[in-house]
């Protein structure tokens, strides 16, 4: 018999494991953005003085990204890893990177940490995994992401080791 804290402990994971998808989705934007030097927050139009919001676009096509389109790990699945207009090939960099948001925000959850090393955490894992996309692409790591990576890594740890409620959902 499950207790209905097993039942709330389940819906904690899945909330982990969902924001660690949005995360890595994340990650793949600003490492893609990072690589090809764009800005994170605006896109500078050349024939306008005017910036607007950065939104995700096909780099093939250039047609902006619905909502649909940008659900981690499913879109690519669905879409059959291709641009829903322009039929271009999307890399496997974007799932994997969300599956490896997956993989750590649940490391996370079952080292039980929460409260400030979660929120620390949450802000430094998209520049880490950026930082993971980079390195494996461009073989190199800008200079800033190495804080987040230092961030992450030792959040993790003392989440770990200082906290010390390694729960395991069995
Ligand atoms: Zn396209």
């Not at 047609?63 to 649909?68: A, E, I, K, R």
């Not at 599956?99 to 949450?122: E, T, Y």
């Given at each position: 018999m499950y207790s209905s804290d097993h039942v709330v402990m389940?819906?904690?994971?899945?909330?982990?494991?969902?924001?660690?998808?949005?995360?890595?989705?994340?990650?793949?934007?600003?490492?893609?953005r990072i690589a090809h030097q764009k800005s994170w927050i605006v896109d500078h139009k050349s024939n306008s003085a005017r910036s607007q919001p950065a939104r995700s676009s096909c780099p093939s096509c250039l047609h902006q990204l619905s909502l649909w389109d940008l659900v981690p790990i499913l879109s690519w699945v669905f879409l059959k890893g291709r641009c829903r207009y322009c039929k271009a090939p999307i890399s496997v960099?974007?799932?994997?990177?969300?599956?490896?948001?997956?993989?750590?925000?649940?490391?996370?959850?079952?080292?039980?940490?929460?409260?400030?090393?979660?929120?620390?955490?949450?802000?430094?894992?998209?520049?880490?995994?950026?930082?993971?996309?980079?390195?494996?692409?461009?073989?190199?790591i800008p200079f800033y992401i190495y804080g987040a990576l230092f961030l992450s890594i030792s959040v993790f740890l003392y989440a770990v080791v200082a906290e010390n409620q390694i729960r395991w959902l069995i």
């Amino acid at each position: 018999m499950y207790s209905s804290d097993h039942v709330v402990m389940f819906l904690i994971f899945v909330a982990y494991a969902m924001m660690g998808a949005c995360l890595g989705s994340f990650s793949g934007a600003i490492s893609y953005r990072i690589a090809h030097q764009k800005s994170w927050i605006v896109d500078h139009k050349s024939n306008s003085a005017r910036s607007q919001p950065a939104r995700s676009s096909c780099p093939s096509c250039l047609h902006q990204l619905s909502l649909w389109d940008l659900v981690p790990i499913l879109s690519w699945v669905f879409l059959k890893g291709r641009c829903r207009y322009c039929k271009a090939p999307i890399s496997v960099r974007y799932p994997i990177i969300e599956i490896c948001g997956v993989i750590a925000m649940a490391l996370f959850c079952l080292s039980g940490g929460g409260g400030i090393p979660l929120i620390l955490f949450v802000l430094a894992l998209p520049f880490s995994l950026a930082g993971f996309l980079l390195f494996i692409e461009k073989k190199k790591i800008p200079f800033y992401i190495y804080g987040a990576l230092f961030l992450s890594i030792s959040v993790f740890l003392y989440a770990v080791v200082a906290e010390n409620q390694i729960r395991w959902l069995i």
